[in-house]
Nanobody, 114 residues
Framework: QVQLVESGGDLVQPGGSLRLSCAAS????????MGWFRQAPGKQRELVAS???????NYADSVKGRFTISRDDTKNTVYLQMNSLKPDDTAVYYC????????WGQGTQVIVSS
């Protein structure tokens, strides 16, 4: 069973930046299309950024131009660079395959507040 471990979340002021990391166990990571999801209190989990095995990226309108997803298949890791953070970005962030094939990790908390 693949394990996902997210890290990098923190308390940050509006306008600040964070870089999230997600490390996956398993040997077939490079074949999977990966995504970053987030869940804010009282809301459903949503996909905010994705990167396909071929490196094509897509973003939710709410983060386009501010977030950048990338991956390092040699490290089985996917990253999310988050710039110009807003209070609405406050959520627990998770990674998974786009099809959410794997068991969810514990997530990493991002709080954007002054």
């Amino acid at each position: 069973q693949v394990q996902l471990v997210e890290s990098g979340g923190d308390l940050v002021q509006p306008g600040g930046s964070l870089r999230l990391s997600c490390a996956a166990s398993g040997r077939l990571f490079r074949f999977y299309d990966m995504g970053w999801f987030r869940q804010a209190p009282g809301k459903q989990r949503e996909l905010v950024a994705s990167i396909r095995a071929g490196r094509t990226t897509n973003y939710a309108d709410s983060v386009k131009g501010r977030f950048t997803i990338s991956r390092d298949d040699t490290k089985n890791t996917v990253y999310l660079q988050m710039n110009s953070l807003k209070p609405d970005d406050t959520a627990v962030y998770y990674c998974n395959t786009i099809s959410t094939n794997w068991v969810w990790g514990q997530g990493t908390q991002v709080i954007v507040s002054s």
